[in-house]
């Protein structure tokens, strides 16, 4: 070890959708710990400067430390032995490692979903359903001279959305940042973000819905009743105004939050918005983007829809992949007291599912990988403690507008990567089940 | 033929195979022996039900409490299938014809896609009741289903042609992206009605809030709804005599499609 600090330039934070790729780590000389992330805004500080290896056990079976030799056949003989297994969560990992995740849910015909079933899935749905108008962010970035914000706070969730994408950035056409846009916000009560808007709409809350489908028929010049003010709480003027407004930019962008997508309406709400965009190209040229939070978890739609055609919410009972949100998403599986086993990676459903969930989570065996104890791997029959992505562990994650982006760990951990973890166990279930694999690579 | 429920799935059991379609002309020990789909595991149907009696008339009997178990009647064209006890998803699921009566609640997803056929529930229904499955817009193409209950979100989403009748309250966006076809809910119709409506007709007795691309057309007495309420009498349902003869507000959406569509809302 050097006695001099490392300095990683260019570093990748995920702890936000934002994934900012321009961080500047500084490790301390005995590679240990971060002493200093230039660039970072308060929250990827946090969560690089906070950081540290911690001395849990490498893996716990009914709460027992043991080996990690173990612990793979403890969890591979759960999958194996399940009838219905449920994989969930992903969305703070690797691609790498979600890509060891859906085959381990192809070769036990089990279920796979990731956190995006609670966060954007309805807009996974409207994506089916209307279909979507995007761009890159870095296009935004440049050409975005209307940019509206609906249902989300990125000043507090993504604090460097403003300054590196949308509302202050310089870009080639927009050279004067801020000055260069209009800033639209709707959202049912003021919020820090909102304070930049040059246009604010407080809306009614539940009344989403509503105000699409009314600034829908304003672009599209059809019969729109005067109910609107009433049950959104906006002027027809107002929004005749504001609609005018989009149709007169030169490139306008709709972000969209859980403020719309886990509203009464959901997948609806974001399939409303998605066809407000692409009416508005009737006149210019518009796309809407869903602001994500976790840092991969557009990295899990991509890897699950890569491999299975569909991006969450995904069974393998038959032996092929079907997809049904709402039958095949975690939190309805487990409400309804469905599968026989789970395996949660880096996430925390015991935490945050509905009650009829969580007593069923303490009914079956569960698998979990995770930095830290969780509330989930302390029910768990068999916990694994993993290294953390991006700060020990390299691979590749997906920025909230699809963009992939290589991660540049900062040191080391004690702990294995997940990806190692889950293809051990993979590796494990094929030998159980008597499967050929195609590519066999030695386990961890 | 009597299907009983002897054991409770641990898992959800997908049983597409008792249909008539599947099971006429089998004995009782044939269709012990025919597979089914319990979680990821193939077992005989003699490990969940005791089969007895033969097929006569194509009609089948399935007791129990079957709300694990998924798929019963899936596609079948003709006979009947009579299930005391709850039942679960996609129940119906692609029916071309012949009837289903269940004597206890259904599950998500009844009827969805199918063409032909009637479904009866007298319990409640879950979401999607004669629906398109995710991903297509097209769902149900034709037949009836009548629900005695309540029905939960996106009633008849997408249909194309056919009937479903509520006797209780539907939740929201019942008839989004209907293209046609006809659903009366007797009680109240949930949040967003017609949202996307191309054509096609809702109708219910109670008040409802519109969503503003429908304009209100005029107040009249529809005389096809006549013939509809006395059917559905004879279907079971509790029709008052007001809602008969009663004047109707005529409302036309979705103004964001074609402006075809109508709802259809009793005024007292
Ligand atoms: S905006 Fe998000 S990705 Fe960027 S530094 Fe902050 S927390 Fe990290």
């Given at each position: 070890m050097s006695e001099e600090s490392k300095v990683i330039k260019n570093a990748v934070c995920t702890f936000c959708g934002c994934v900012c790729d321009d961080i500047e780590l500084t490790v301390d000389p005995a590679g240990k710990h971060i002493t200093k992330a230039n660039n970072a805004c308060v929250l990827g500080k946090a969560w690089f400067l906070e950081h540290k290896v911690e001395d849990y056990p490498v893996a716990l079976i009914d709460g027992k430390e043991a080996s990690l030799k173990d612990a793979v056949e403890a969890a591979a003989q759960i999958f194996v032995s399940a009838k219905f297994p449920a994989i969930y969560g992903l969305s703070d990992t690797t691609c790498?490692?979600?890509?060891?995740?859906?085959?381990?849910?192809?070769?036990?015909?089990?279920?796979?979903?990731?956190?995006?079933?609670?966060?954007?899935?309805?807009?996974?749905?409207?994506?089916?359903?209307?279909?979507?108008?995007?761009?890159?962010l870095g296009e935004i970035k440049n050409r975005a001279d209307f940019v509206m914000y609906w249902g989300g706070n990125p000043a507090e969730a993504h604090p460097r959305h403003f300054e590196r994408y949308a509302v202050t950035a310089k870009g080639a056409n927009t050279p004067n940042g801020k000055d260069d846009r209009h800033v639209a916000m709707v959202d049912i009560r003021p919020t820090p973000s909102s304070l930049i808007a040059d246009t604010f709409l407080q809306i009614k809350p539940g009344s989403d819905f509503e105000l699409l489908w009314a600034m829908r028929a304003l672009v599209k010049d059809a019969?729109?009743?005067?109910?609107?003010?009433?049950?959104?709480?906006?002027?027809?003027?107002?929004?005749?105004?504001?609609?005018?407004?989009?149709?007169?930019?030169?490139?306008?962008?709709?972000?969209?939050?859980?403020?719309?997508?886990?509203?009464?309406?959901?997948?609806?709400?974001?399939?409303?918005?998605?066809?407000?965009?692409?009416?508005?190209?009737?006149?210019?040229?518009?796309?809407?983007?869903?602001?994500?939070?976790?840092?991969?978890?557009?990295?899990?739609?991509?890897?699950?829809?890569?491999?299975?055609?569909?991006?969450?919410?995904?069974?393998?009972?038959?032996?092929?992949?079907?997809?049904?949100?709402?039958?095949?998403t975690t939190s309805d599986i487990l409400g309804r007291g469905e599968a026989d086993a789970l395996c949660v990676i880096a996430s925390d459903p015991a935490s945050n599912f509905s009650a009829k969930a969580i007593e069923h989570i303490k009914k079956i065996p569960v698998i979990t990988l995770d930095p830290k104890p969780t509330v989930t791997s302390s029910l768990a029959k068999v916990a694994f403690t993993t290294a953390t992505y991006g700060i020990n562990v390299p691979g590749t994650v997906y920025r909230m507008d699809n963009v992939a982006l290589s991660l540049r760990p900062a040191f080391d951990s004690p702990f294995p990567s997940d990806q190692m973890v889950l293809k051990a166990i993979k590796e494990r279930v094929c030998e159980l089940r008597g499967l050929n694999q195609t590519t066999k690579t030695t386990a961890a | 033929?009597?299907?009983?429920?002897?054991?409770?799935?641990?898992?959800?059991?997908?049983?597409?195979?008792?249909?008539?379609?599947?099971?006429?002309?089998?004995?009782?020990?044939?269709?012990?022996?025919?597979?089914?789909?319990?979680?990821?595991?193939?077992?005989?149907?003699?490990?969940?039900?005791?089969?007895?009696?033969?097929?006569?008339?194509?009609?089948?009997?399935?007791?129990?409490?079957?709300?694990?178990?998924?798929?019963?009647?899936?596609?079948?064209?003709?006979?009947?299938?009579?299930?005391?006890?709850?039942?679960?998803?996609?129940?119906?699921?692609?029916?071309?014809?012949?009837?289903i009566l269940v004597e206890g609640n259904a599950g998500d997803w009844i009827g969805r896609e199918m063409s032909g056929g009637r479904i009866i529930i007298k319990g409640d229904a879950g979401h999607l009741v004669g629906s398109a499955v995710r991903g297509s817009a097209t769902g149900m193409l034709g037949g009836e289903i009548i629900i005695q209950g309540n029905a939960r979100n996106e009633v008849g989403n997408g249909m194309r042609r056919g009937l479903i009748a509520i006797g209780g309250d539907s939740g929201d966006f019942t008839g989004v992206n209907m293209k046609a076809g006809t659903i009366f809910v007797l009680g109240k119709l949930g949040q967003r009605p017609g949202a996307g409506m191309i054509r096609g007709s809702i109708i219910s007795t109670q008040s409802a809030e519109l969503l503003p691309t429908f304009t209100y057309n005029t107040t009249f007495q529809p005389s096809f709804l006549r013939n509809y309420m006395i059917y559905f009498r004879k279907l079971g349902l509790d029709i008052r005599k007001e809602y008969i003869d009663g004047e109707y507000q005529r409302w036309s959406g979705d103004s964001l499609e074609l402006n075809k569509g109508e709802i259809l809302l009793y005024a007292d």
């Open positions: 790498e490692a979600q890509k060891e995740a859906v085959a381990i849910a192809d070769y036990v015909n089990g279920n796979i979903d990731t956190t995006t079933s609670v966060c954007h899935g309805p807009t996974g749905m409207a994506f089916q359903g209307v279909g979507e108008s995007t761009a890159s019969a729109l009743d005067d109910s609107v003010e009433e049950r959104t709480g906006i002027s027809k003027a107002v929004l005749e105004e504001l609609v005018e407004r989009m149709k007169n930019c030169q490139f306008g962008v709709i972000f969209f939050g859980m403020g719309l997508t886990m509203t009464r309406g959901r997948h609806f709400n974001a399939g409303a918005l998605l066809e407000l965009a692409t009416d508005l190209n009737q006149y210019t040229h518009f796309v809407a983007l869903p602001t994500r939070g976790h840092g991969n978890v557009t990295g899990a739609d991509n890897v699950v829809s890569w491999q299975t055609g569909f991006p969450f919410g995904v069974n393998f009972n038959r032996g092929y992949p079907r997809f049904n949100p709402g039958e095949y | 033929m009597k299907l009983v429920l002897h054991t409770q799935p641990e898992v959800p059991l997908e049983a597409e195979v008792i249909s008539p379609d599947f099971l006429n002309g089998k004995t009782a020990d044939e269709v012990a022996a025919l597979t089914l789909f319990h979680g990821n595991n193939e077992v005989p149907l003699s490990e969940f039900f005791d089969v007895s009696g033969e097929i006569e008339n194509a009609h089948i009997e399935v007791e129990g409490d079957l709300t694990k178990v998924k798929l019963l009647g899936h596609k079948m064209s003709d006979g009947s299938l009579t299930i005391k006890g709850s039942v679960g998803a996609h129940l119906g699921a692609e029916m071309t014809g012949g009837e």
